[in-house]
C-alpha cells in the first residue's frame, strides 16, 4: 500500500521525559480528531519524528539526559500497533564510547538504517562521523523515494557537506515521489526561523517534500515543518 499522507511529531523533550508517551498520547487525539478513514488507523501515513528520541529530557543537558534503550522496541510496537510507518532518530551505542547519531525507517515491525550524522552540534551526545563511514541510503518504499539527514547535516548551507547533497540528489532520481526526512533537535539553535527553513527546506530542490520533525520546549518558535513538493 503506497504512502499517502506525511506528517511530523514535535516532541518537547526539555519538560516530557517520555517520548513514546507523549507520541502514543498525539496519535490517539489524531485518530478522535481526523476523519473516518483515519480512525480506522495510520496505513497510508509517514510520520516523521525527531533526532535523539532515546534520549530522554534536555539534549543539551548532561546532568539530565539518558539515553532510554527501550525506546526503541516500543517505537517497534506502536508502529505496529498504529499501523504507521515512521522515521525517527536514535543514538546507536554499538560498544564504543560514544554513540552514533543515526535516522532508521520504521514499518512492519522492522527497521532499516537510513543515515549517520556526521556534523558535530557541540552537545557531545555521539560520536562526529567522517566520509569514510558515510551511511546515506535512498530506499524505495512503498510509491516513495525515501533519504534522511540528521539535523544540520541537511543544512544546504554548509560547504563541506555539498558533495555529500549532490550524490544524494543523484540517488533521489527515479520513481516515485521523492521525500528528505530530517529528524532535529533545535531547542536551542540561536538562527532566525527563516535561516533555518531557507538552509533546510528551500534550498532543497522544488520536487522534492521535505519533512523537518524537531525537539525542544512546548511553543519554540524553530518549529517543525513540512514542504511539500
Given at each position: ?17 517520555d ?20 480512525r ?21 543537558d ?32 554499538h ?22 550524522k ?13 566520509p ?98
Amino acid at each position: 500500500m503506497e504512502i499517502r499522507r506525511v506528517g511530523f511529531f514535535h516532541f518537547a523533550s526539555d519538560t516530557n521525559g517520555d517520548p513514546i508517551k507523549a507520541l502514543e498520547d498525539t496519535l490517539n487525539k489524531a485518530k478522535v480528531q481526523d476523519d473516518a478513514e483515519a480512525r480506522k488507523g495510520f496505513t497510508e501515513s509517514l510520520l516523521v519524528i525527531p533526532e535523539a528520541f532515546n534520549l530522554r529530557f534536555d539534549y543539551f543537558d548532561p546532568r539530565s539526559r539518558t539515553i532510554d534503550c527501550g525506546v526503541r522496541g516500543c517505537l517497534i510496537e506502536l508502529s505496529q500497533r498504529h499501523k504507521i510507518a515512521i522515521v525517527a532518530g536514535f543514538l546507536d551505542n554499538h560498544g564504543e564510547s560514544l554513540c552514533h547519531n543515526c535516522a532508521y525507517l520504521i514499518d512492519e515491525g522492522e527497521l532499516k538504517k537510513l543515515s549517520r550524522k556526521e556534523l558535530s552540534d557541540g552537545s557531545d551526545n555521539y560520536y562526529v562521523g567522517s566520509p569514510s563511514d558515510r551511511l546515506d541510503d535512498v530506499i524505495e518504499y512503498r510509491g516513495l523515494r525515501i533519504v534522511a539527514l540528521v539535523c544540520m547535516d541537511a543544512d544546504r548551507g554548509y560547504i563541506d557537506q555539498g558533495e555529500r547533497h549532490e550524490e544524494i540528489l543523484n540517488k533521489l532520481n527515479g520513481p516515485g515521489h521523492k521525500i528528505l526526512c530530517i529528524p532535529s533537535c533545535f531547542s536551542r539553535s540561536r538562527k532566525p526561523v527563516n535561516e533555518i527553513v531557507a538552509g533546510y527546506v528551500d534550498a532543497w530542490p522544488a520536487d522534492i517534500t521535505v519533512v523537518r520533525a524537531g525537539r525542544g520546549v512546548i511553543g519554540s518558535p524553530r518549529a517543525s515543518v513540512i514542504r511539500l513538493a
